[in-house]
């Protein structure tokens, strides 16, 4: 995480330090330039208490998660403990890249650091309600970003989050695969076979669907009768949903529109039955 912006005096001594030395040096090195006591606060394990880092953002995030609200809820406790109830003393407490400095020399910040150290050895989390909100909302930035680019129309990330816990996922995309074609294939979509945008093709096809656009590109050049290929796409394409491959290529054939679709609902029916273990004369 980046470091707070150099606004007070302790900010601009702490833009001084030198790149590369260690955060335990940094409580030495600062003492010498204020001639004050520092110290850093510590998480339940006696180590330095951490904001989340661009790894865990990408990783796991029930981890991002728990760091980042345990990280700005011990700072949002030593600030209200370093003023005297008429505001904050920011000189006294700041944000140093991922860690929290503060004056170990004043009784209320030092009481404040021991708790928070003492409650986190107790339990992992200081705010458990907005660790989970912040779970929530990296799943929902992490799908906007890269598995729901290409939504159906009328669903948004917020149906995939939805649907994905239905299925038993949990908000962590480190422990949970966040599978956005499997997701939306569990509610009857299907992407295209060339560009990847969904359709929703109905259960009585197999086969490989295309969406308008590229069912269009497909046959474009090909001597295919406009009006055969129009009546497809207004009627049988629309009523299953998609195009199919199939279809086309039997109609770029010269196969009469109404025998191919015929051949390719009763294939479909066909492996329906022999899947359902019946009999079929088709």
Same mark, same amino acid.
């Given at each position: 995480?980046?470091?707070?912006?150099?606004?007070?005096?302790?900010?601009?001594?702490?833009?001084?330090?030198?790149?590369?030395?260690?955060?335990?040096?940094?409580?030495?090195?600062?003492?010498?330039?204020?001639?004050?006591?520092?110290?850093?606060?510590?998480?339940?394990?006696?180590?330095?208490?951490? +904001?989340?880092?661009?790894? !865990?953002?990408?990783?796991?995030?029930?981890?991002?998660?728990?760091?980042?609200?345990?990280?700005?809820?011990?700072?949002?406790?030593?600030?209200?403990?370093?003023?005297?109830?008429?505001?904050?003393?920011?000189?006294?407490?700041?944000?140093?890249? /991922? *860690?929290?400095?503060?004056?170990?020399?004043?009784?209320?910040?030092? /009481?404040? &650091?021991?708790?928070?150290?003492?409650?986190?050895?107790? *339990?992992?989390?200081?705010? +458990?309600?907005?660790?989970? /909100?912040?779970?929530?909302?990296?799943?929902?930035?992490?799908?906007?970003?890269?598995?729901?680019?290409?939504?159906?129309?009328?669903?948004?990330?917020?149906?995939?989050?939805?649907?994905?816990?239905?299925?038993?996922?949990?908000?962590?995309?480190?422990?949970?695969?966040?599978?956005?074609? !499997?997701?939306?294939?569990?509610?009857?979509?299907?992407?295209?076979?060339?560009?990847?945008? *969904?359709?929703?093709?109905? +259960?009585?096809?197999?086969?490989?669907? @295309?969406?308008? /656009?590229? &069912?269009?590109?497909?046959?474009?050049?090909?001597?295919?009768?406009?009006?055969?290929?129009?009546? *497809?796409?207004? +009627?049988?394409?629309?009523?299953?949903?998609?195009?199919?491959?199939?279809? @086309?290529?039997?109609?770029?054939?010269?196969?009469? @529109?109404?025998?191919?679709?015929?051949?390719?609902? &009763?294939?479909?029916?066909?492996?329906?039955?022999?899947? &359902?273990?019946?009999?079929?004369?088709?």
């Amino acid at each position: 995480m980046n470091a707070t912006a150099v606004t007070t005096q302790t900010e601009s001594i702490l833009d001084r330090y030198p790149y590369g030395m260690r955060a335990w040096d940094l409580i030495d090195w600062l003492g010498e330039e204020t001639g004050g006591e520092w110290a850093l606060v510590l998480d339940g394990t006696d180590e330095p208490l951490e +904001d989340c880092t661009d790894n !865990e953002l990408n990783g796991h995030t029930c981890q991002a998660a728990i760091h980042h609200s345990n990280f700005n809820q011990a700072f949002y406790l030593m600030r209200e403990s370093s003023g005297d109830g008429h505001g904050h003393d920011t000189d006294k407490v700041v944000q140093w890249g /991922e *860690y929290i400095v503060y004056r170990s020399d004043v009784d209320s910040l030092r /009481e404040c &650091a021991e708790e928070i150290s003492r409650a986190l050895s107790d *339990y992992p989390m200081l705010d +458990d309600m907005r660790c989970s /909100e912040l779970e929530d909302e990296y799943l929902h930035e992490n799908l906007s970003s890269w598995e729901c680019r290409n939504l159906p129309d009328g669903v948004d990330v917020g149906d995939v989050i939805e649907w994905g816990h239905d299925m038993g996922l949990s908000s962590c995309t480190g422990c949970s695969s966040w599978d956005a074609d !499997e997701i939306l294939g569990s509610q009857g979509y299907e992407p295209c076979s060339d560009c990847n945008d *969904y359709v929703t093709p109905g +259960d009585c096809r197999t086969g490989e669907p @295309l969406c308008a /656009e590229c &069912a269009e590109f497909y046959v474009r050049g090909e001597d295919v009768e406009p009006d055969v290929y129009d009546r *497809y796409v207004r +009627d049988y394409a629309t009523n299953q949903g998609a195009a199919y491959r199939a279809d @086309l290529d039997a109609l770029i054939d010269g196969e009469p @529109l109404d025998m191919a679709v015929r051949r390719a609902y &009763a294939e479909a029916f066909r492996k329906e039955l022999e899947a &359902a273990g019946q009999m079929t004369l088709i």
